[in-house]
């Protein structure tokens, strides 16, 4: 089983900046692709970046230039640095990881949200 505590949530004016971290524990042999998704009242989840083992990123167009997805394998944490936010990222923001076990199949873990509110 892996756990995943995710933090960094909170207010924040527009145009400010948050840093969203989100740690995995437990018993795996690996971590594979980590993403962050998000989800606002009324809308489906929706993925914001991911980033691959070895550092490859991806972005939705709508956080491209103001995200960044990182990630430090020796304490299994991924992490989003938001800059230049503005009141439309405000959502609950997942992580979601791929965990490679023991046995070698690849499972699937989210977190439980963190909230993040961009008003003024």
């Known amino acids: 089983q892996v756990q995943l505590v995710e933090s960094g949530g909170g207010l924040v004016q527009p145009g400010g900046s948050l840093r969203l971290s989100c740690a995995a524990s437990g018993r795996f042999f690996s971590i594979d692709v980590m993403r962050w998704y998000r989800q606002a009242p009324g809308n489906e989840r929706e993925s914001v970046a991911g980033?691959?083992?070895?550092?490859?990123?991806v972005y939705d167009d709508s956080v491209k230039g103001r995200f960044t997805i990182s990630r430090d394998n020796a304490e299994n944490t991924v992490y989003l640095q938001m800059n230049s936010l503005k009141p439309e990222d405000t959502a609950v923001y997942y992580c979601?990881?791929?965990?490679?076990?023991?046995?070698?199949?690849?499972?699937?873990?989210w977190g439980r949200g963190t909230q993040v509110t961009v008003s003024s």
């Open positions: 980033i691959t083992s070895n550092g490859i990123t």
């Open positions: 979601n990881v791929w965990v490679r076990g023991y046995g070698g199949s690849y499972v699937d873990y």
